[in-house]
């Protein structure tokens, strides 16, 4: 297996602002050195407390955020390299699914258009009748009605506006998926089935998906992989079982000791 | 369901914004009536003067202020005169032209339905000519100032940062210039034009919509859903204008509906400055500002032009508020 994904020595600065005059010439680490590898087709579990720099992690693989230092390689090649017409193609290969369902989508686009969009951001204009099929197909993968095409996304519940952000992400046909939190903002029941249809993605589109929650027993059940992020560093990475077992380092011991939820892992 | 969703068998249509606003539009009763009386309005004040026996220019000084409803007998030559108003050279040629050639009836009682000015003119073919100007500029300052307005702000708004900083530096810098004196600029270099006065005024007017929108997108930059346009590679542009500018259409609409007033308003100040509508034109701030001056003598004077200005205010008002309500794709209750 090899590296889909190559994160080396990335960095994410923030200048940290004083007063109104003194200019400080602080900064926050947000993300701060960080190399991690992601294999393909593996969940890869991003697990550490709020603040932690995950969201701002995410951000900068997806080309939100600038990065002040380090490397981002796709299949061993590194974005920084690329002209800006491979760029904006090679970027469509990462999508990201945001944690609040009700703030990633837009209110005044129908589901329709909204992944029609998505699916002609990679493939240019399409026919009408074709974009038709496509979106259909796309809304069927994730479990929603194509007869809901038309409606707007105040139309739909937390859940299934999770379904719509999830298709939408999947519209340019990516490779890796980012996915932020997906289930917080979620009622329980909801979260497992948001989060069964994520491996049943993996399965049949062969994804590969870095996987972000605060809540550990989610990712001990969904991920093959984690790594554990404290301060804007990685402490920890290894196979999931492992480190959920028998915790190398201090904080993830900490963590672990905190998460009340971890008995709930049988029920999903 | 609103539309044609035609959700039965899977099948897909294609539904834009604007016509899901159209559908929430027309279930505003009040809202169409009002857009029904601002058309017609328009159509009073372009169509009618077309229609209209009296020339909003012939003076009559044997005819001063006389009270609506007053009858005035024509011979054919002064009808000539009222039809062939205007005080372009080719009008003057098609008057004696029309005049040779025996046109128009010999003698004619026609009325002055809203009576006449203080130099004998039909009140009522002013009041379609003053609209005409007062409708224009409204129209078109309102438009300019929408569309710099609009297109200015979000840009700053969604690039934020220093770009956002200059923006929006140069807009308090235009607003700190003195209106008045910009217009005299203006007016002693190119002379005393209308569009002059549209220009000016539509150049003060989108500074305030540019701050108004730079601030709603300063927040909606931020959204998630942005983010995920941009995660999509869209071209900036096509953020702005597609999932920028369309959710900042509410207030938006409501500051272009209070423009309106502002802007005619502005426009009788300057007309009373003389910097304006030159006279013989009138506007319908003109209108009324010398109907003002006569109240008590002549009350007829700003009785018809003040009408039809509130008439025409208080439908925008209302017009405006249904096309937010409109806009919302929140408020679609089937
Ligand atoms: N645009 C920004 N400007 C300045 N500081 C920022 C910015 N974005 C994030 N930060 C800071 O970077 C740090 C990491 O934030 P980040 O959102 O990545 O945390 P997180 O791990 O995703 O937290 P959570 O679990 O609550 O979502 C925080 O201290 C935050 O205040
Ligand atoms: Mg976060």
């Given at each position: 297996m090899s590296a889909l994904l190559q994160l080396e020595d990335l960095s994410v600065h923030f200048p940290k602002k004083r007063g109104l005059f003194s200019k400080s010439h602080e900064v926050l680490r947000a993300v701060d050195g960080v190399s991690l590898e992601i294999q393909r087709g593996e969940i890869l579990g991003l697990v550490g407390e709020s603040g932690c720099g995950k969201t701002t992690l995410t951000r900068a693989i997806m080309q939100l955020q600038p990065i002040t230092a380090g490397r981002i390689q796709l299949e061993g090649r590194d974005l920084s390299h690329l002209t800006a017409t491979e760029l904006r193609l090679a970027r469509l290969n990462f999508q990201m699914v945001f944690q609040d369902p009700y703030a990633s989508l837009n209110p005044r686009l129908t589901i329709f258009s909204a992944l029609a969009e998505s699916i002609t951001a990679r493939t240019g204009p399409l026919e009408y009748e074709d974009i038709k099929q496509r979106v259909a197909a796309l809304m069927e993968r994730v479990g929603l009605s194509p007869s809901a095409a038309l409606k707007y996304p105040h139309e739909f519940s937390g859940g299934q506006r999770q379904r719509i952000a999830i298709a939408r992400a999947l519209g340019p046909e990516p490779r890796l998926l980012l996915a932020d939190e997906p289930v917080s903002a979620l009622d329980v029941s909801i979260q497992s089935q948001i989060i069964n249809l994520l491996l049943q993605l993996r399965c049949d589109l062969s994804l590969t998906m870095l996987f972000i929650s605060h809540d550990l027993g989610v990712v001990r059940f969904i991920a093959d992989r984690v790594a554990v992020m404290q301060n804007g560093k990685i402490v920890e990475t290894g196979h999931t079982e492992n480190v959920m077992d028998a915790p190398q380092h201090e904080y993830t011991r900490a963590l672990l000791a905190a998460a009340p939820g971890l008995r709930r892992t049988a029920s999903l | 369901?609103?539309?044609?969703?035609?959700?039965?068998?899977?099948?897909?249509?294609?539904?834009?914004?604007?016509?899901?606003?159209?559908?929430?539009?027309?279930?505003?009763?009040?809202?169409?009536?009002?857009?029904?009386?601002?058309?017609?309005?328009?159509?009073?004040?372009?169509?009618?003067?077309?229609?209209?026996?009296?020339?909003?220019?012939?003076?009559?000084?044997?005819?001063?202020?006389?009270?609506?409803?007053?009858?005035?007998?024509?011979?054919?030559?002064?009808?000539?005169?009222?039809?062939?108003?205007?005080?372009?050279?080719?009008?003057?040629?098609?008057?004696?032209?029309?005049?040779?050639?025996?046109?128009?009836?010999?003698?004619?009682?026609?009325?002055?339905?809203?009576?006449?000015?203080?130099?004998?003119?039909?009140?009522?073919?002013?009041?379609?000519?003053?609209?005409?100007?007062?409708?224009?500029?409204?129209?078109?300052?309102?438009?300019?100032?929408?569309?710099?307005?609009?297109?200015?702000?979000?840009?700053?708004?969604?690039?934020?940062?220093?770009?956002?900083?200059?923006?929006?530096?140069?807009?308090?810098?235009?607003?700190?210039?003195?209106?008045?004196?910009?217009?005299?600029?203006?007016?002693?270099?190119?002379?005393?034009?209308?569009?002059?006065?549209?220009?000016?005024?539509?150049?003060?007017?989108?500074?305030?919509?540019?701050?108004?929108?730079?601030?709603?997108?300063?927040?909606?930059?931020?959204?998630?859903?942005?983010?995920?346009?941009?995660?999509?590679?869209?071209?900036?542009?096509?953020?702005?204008?597609?999932?920028?500018?369309?959710?900042?259409?509410?207030?938006?609409?409501?500051?272009?509906?209070l423009t309106v007033p502002a802007v005619m308003l502005l426009e009788a100040g300057l007309s009373f400055l003389g910097l304006g509508v030159q006279p013989p034109q009138s506007s319908w701030g003109t209108l009324i500002s010398e109907g003002a001056d006569q109240m008590e003598t002549y009350p007829w004077l700003l009785a018809g032009p003040a009408a039809l200005f509130s008439i025409t205010l208080f439908c925008l008002n209302f017009a405006g508020d249904g096309l937010r309500d409109a806009m919302d794709v929140k408020t679609a209750k089937d």
């Open positions: - | 369901m609103t539309t044609a969703a035609a959700t039965a068998s899977g099948e897909i249509q294609g539904r834009s914004l604007w016509q899901d606003a159209w559908a929430r539009l027309r279930r505003n009763r009040l809202a169409v009536v009002c857009i029904f009386v601002l058309g017609f309005v328009i159509l009073f004040c372009t169509v009618g003067s077309l229609l209209c026996n009296w020339s909003p220019h012939v003076t009559n000084l044997d005819l001063k202020a006389k009270p609506p409803g007053y009858e005035e007998t024509l011979d054919r030559e002064t009808w000539l005169r009222h039809k062939y108003d205007d005080l372009a050279p080719e009008e003057e040629q098609r008057f004696a032209q029309a005049l040779k050639a025996g046109e128009g009836p010999e003698n004619v009682t026609l009325r002055h339905w809203l009576g006449t000015d203080t130099l004998g003119r039909d009140l009522l073919a002013r009041t379609m000519q003053g609209g005409r100007v007062s409708l224009m500029v409204a129209g078109i300052a309102t438009a300019v100032a929408l569309l710099i307005g609009v297109t200015y702000g979000a840009v700053a708004g969604y690039l934020g940062g220093r770009t956002d900083d200059k923006m929006m530096r140069f807009v308090e810098i235009l607003r700190a210039l003195p209106f008045l004196i910009f217009v005299i600029l203006l007016t002693t270099m190119f002379g005393t034009r209308l569009w002059l006065i549209y220009l000016s005024i539509g150049a003060i007017e989108w500074l305030t919509m540019a701050r108004i929108v730079r601030t709603q997108v300063l927040g909606l930059a931020r959204q998630e859903f942005v983010e995920a346009a941009r995660s999509l590679g869209l071209p900036t542009s096509r953020i702005i204008f597609r999932h920028i500018i369309p959710n900042v259409l509410g207030p938006v609409i409501v500051y272009a509906t």
